[in-house]
């Protein structure tokens, strides 16, 4: 008798669980995962009871919560898991243990209680306006993560990435297309030679789907154009020296443009840079620990907000991908 056809599940899994995970990007599961291990050993030092074994007891209280997420307000010193500091966390950083929380009732197939459900959003909103105020009487920087980077400080790097023997055309490439596309790193990473096409005096190249954009709707494809004047930054001229390099590598159906490990070694390059040219780069304005792969995505469209002749505000909102307010300078 002939086998039955496998469904395709792992161990464990039945047919289907995979489309079901794919609502949760990978590394947002990580991150929510990694902040529920915090949520845990709090619980268990703090909350006796809530966690049983090793699993923790759905559904969460609302005060058990709410005291949670008052604890995660302030930053602990490095390595010192009771040590507090008087900085304040990130909008960003609360927000994500509220939305932990969340995925931790969705995962556990357990409803979230109306009135926890009312309270994290009200946490939320509370601690956003708290954030501002922060900002506003000192006690928190006005930058959050890495700041933008300037048209200055892109030109100087493409230079020192057209001198380097050892990345030379991959890191380059990278450079100049993530800030042409306005991209980020995993996006630019993502390229295909599939994904690239010639419309006219323009080289088109499709996005599959973005961070803010995991199902694809505003995929719409990017274009690109040579700049004559300035070799160091043209995208079409460092893409041709990438290709006839290294080739084209098509042996596939669907080839990568960039290896697998681009984003790593575009990371390290950079952060390398900065460092060995950190004198440089401070005359330029930028400093060495405030610059990561992300300052690109800031920079260009930072630059294209501010400047008074450049195009308009929703085109900048649609090619980055980004709400008006967190570019503008």
């Given at each position: 008798?002939?086998?039955?056809?496998?469904?395709?599940?792992?161990?464990?899994?039945?047919?289907?669980?995979?489309?079901?995970?794919?609502?949760?990007?990978?590394?947002?599961?990580?991150?929510?995962?990694?902040?529920?291990?915090?949520?845990?050993?709090?619980?268990?030092?703090?909350?006796?009871?809530?966690?049983?074994?090793?699993?923790?007891?759905?559904?969460?209280?609302?005060?058990?919560?709410?005291?949670?997420?008052?604890?995660?307000?302030?930053?602990?010193?490095?390595?010192?898991?009771?040590?507090?500091?008087?900085?304040?966390?990130?909008?960003?950083?609360?927000?994500g243990y509220i939305n932990a929380i969340k995925?931790?009732?969705?995962?556990?197939?357990?409803?979230?209680?109306?009135?926890?459900?009312?309270?994290?959003?009200?946490?939320?909103?509370?601690?956003?306006?708290?954030?501002?105020?922060?900002?506003?009487?000192?006690?928190?920087?006005?930058?959050?993560?890495?700041?933008?980077?300037?048209?200055?400080?892109?030109?100087?790097?493409?230079?020192?990435?057209?001198?380097?023997?050892?990345?030379?055309?991959?890191?380059?490439?990278?450079?100049?297309?993530?800030?042409?596309?306005?991209?980020?790193?995993?996006?630019?990473?993502?390229?295909?030679?599939?994904?690239?096409?010639?419309?006219?005096?323009?080289?088109?190249?499709?996005?599959?789907?973005?961070?803010?954009?995991?199902?694809?709707?505003?995929?719409?494809?990017?274009?690109?154009?040579?700049?004559?004047?300035?070799?160091?930054?043209?995208?079409?001229?460092?893409?041709?020296?990438?290709?006839?390099?290294?080739?084209?590598?098509?042996?596939?159906?669907?080839?990568?443009?960039?290896?697998?490990?681009?984003?790593?070694?575009?990371?390290?390059?950079?952060?390398?840079?900065?460092?060995?040219?950190?004198?440089?780069?401070?005359?330029?304005?930028?400093?060495?620990?405030?610059?990561?792969?992300?300052?690109?995505?800031?920079?260009?469209?930072?630059?294209?907000?501010?400047?008074?002749?450049?195009?308009?505000?929703?085109?900048?909102?649609?090619?980055?991908?980004?709400?008006?307010?967190?570019?503008?300078?």
């Amino acid at each position: 008798m002939a086998e039955k056809r496998k469904s395709g599940a792992t161990a464990g899994e039945e047919p289907g669980d995979k489309v079901l995970r794919a609502r949760v990007a990978e590394r947002t599961r990580s991150q929510y995962n990694t902040m529920n291990v915090h949520l845990k050993k709090w619980l268990q030092s703090s909350v006796p009871g809530a966690v049983v074994g090793d699993v923790i007891q759905l559904p969460l209280k609302t005060s058990t919560c709410k005291s949670f997420l008052a604890s995660v307000t302030v930053k602990r010193k490095r390595g010192d898991a009771s040590g507090k500091t008087n900085i304040p966390n990130s909008y960003s950083t609360v927000n994500g243990y509220i939305n932990a929380i969340k995925f931790l009732h969705k995962e556990g197939k357990v409803e979230i209680p109306k009135d926890l459900d009312d309270m994290l959003k009200a946490f939320a909103n509370g601690y956003k306006r708290q954030v501002a105020k922060f900002k506003e009487n000192g006690t928190m920087s006005m930058q959050e993560g890495k700041i933008p980077l300037t048209t200055e400080a892109y030109r100087f790097l493409a230079e020192k990435a057209l001198s380097s023997s050892k990345y030379g055309a991959p890191v380059h490439c990278f450079l100049v297309l993530s800030w042409n596309l306005m991209t980020r790193a995993e996006s630019t990473a993502s390229i295909r030679f599939d994904h690239i096409s010639w419309q006219g005096d323009a080289l088109v190249i499709k996005i599959g789907r973005t961070k803010n954009d995991q199902e694809g709707k505003m995929a719409w494809p990017r274009h690109v154009y040579a700049n004559p004047f300035e070799p160091t930054i043209c995208p079409i001229l460092s893409l041709g020296l990438l290709v006839f390099t290294l080739g084209a590598r098509r042996e596939g159906m669907s080839a990568l443009v960039f290896d697998v490990n681009v984003k790593e070694s575009f990371a390290s390059w950079l952060h390398r840079i900065c460092v060995d040219e950190d004198e440089r780069m401070t005359e330029i304005g930028v400093s060495a620990k405030d610059i990561g792969t992300h300052s690109l995505r800031k920079g260009v469209s930072t630059a294209l907000s501010n400047s008074p002749a450049g195009p308009q505000a929703v085109s900048v909102w649609l090619r980055a991908g980004w709400s008006l307010g967190s570019v503008q300078g």
